[in-house]
């Protein structure tokens, strides 16, 4: 089993639409989740942040972390043609550890 | 100016041959990395560096080498390339301490063995 699954899609969807990416994991000793944006030919770009179990916003984004059921997502509101790239989470279980990615989810947001 | 930057961009290089692919960040991070990105795989760590002195394997370290010339410099060496390393190779820094889990990364290079 991978340490972290992840959908890989490809995921297509009308602009406006609300999209939602996830991830599970299976080591529960992973407490710092981040989202990352990879556009086409670039390199990944941190997205988003969090600690722990709960919910952080920025913008139209919203990352969410549920530890007991080894779980994280990334919601996107009015999604936008901009926001069409591929999502990877990744996960880390402390500062001094290395980071460990998903496979990325590949989305089209078509206008 | 870009803060981590990659040469060469593309590669295509024989089975066998020898390369070397090259990292510089102005970020003046302590930490850099080397990851490999293959469909539906995602990124796997080859090596990592954590200061100019220490050199630690990844995942899948195996048929590569790497080499920390400065802080702001980590090469990466095919010692013999062979063509399941065809892939896209990312350099990503991070800093010190707390925010170790935001890397920030090159634009990547596309190597192809043949």
């Known amino acids: 089993q991978k340490e972290v699954e992840q959908d890989p899609g490809p995921l297509s969807v009308p602009e406006g639409a609300i999209v939602s990416l996830n991830c599970t994991y299976s080591?529960?000793?992973?407490?710092?989740f981040m989202w990352y944006r990879q556009y086409s030919r670039k390199g990944p770009e941190l997205l988003m942040y969090?600690?722990?179990?709960g919910n952080k916003e920025d913008g139209r984004f919203t990352a969410q972390v549920d530890k007991s059921s080894k779980y994280i997502s990334l919601f996107i509101r009015d999604s936008q043609p901009s926001d069409s790239a591929t999502y990877l989470c990744?996960?880390?279980?402390?500062?001094?550890?290395?980071?460990?990615f998903g496979p990325g989810t590949s989305l089209s947001v078509i206008p | 100016d870009a803060d981590v930057t990659q040469t060469p961009r593309n590669r295509i290089t024989k089975t066998g041959k020898r390369i070397m692919l090259e990292c510089s960040q102005t970020?003046?991070?302590?930490?850099m990395y080397w990851y490999r990105q293959d469909p539906g795989l995602g990124l796997r760590l080859i090596y990592y560096?954590?200061?100019?002195?220490?050199?630690n394997k990844g995942e899948i370290s195996d048929g590569y080498s790497v080499s920390r010339q400065a802080q702001a410099k980590f090469s990466l060496s095919l010692e013999s390339a062979i063509p399941n390393q065809t892939a896209l190779y990312f350099c990503?820094?991070?800093?010190?301490?707390?925010?170790?889990?935001?890397?920030?990364f090159g634009p990547g290079t596309r190597l192809l063995v043949l």
């Open positions: 990503a820094t991070s800093d010190r301490g707390y925010r170790q889990e935001t890397q920030y």
């Open positions: 080591n529960s000793a992973f407490q710092y």
């Open positions: 969090t600690y722990s179990s």
């Open positions: 990744a996960m880390i279980k402390t500062s001094y550890d290395k980071v460990i």
């Open positions: 970020k003046g991070h302590d930490r």
């Open positions: 560096s954590f200061d100019v002195k220490d050199i």
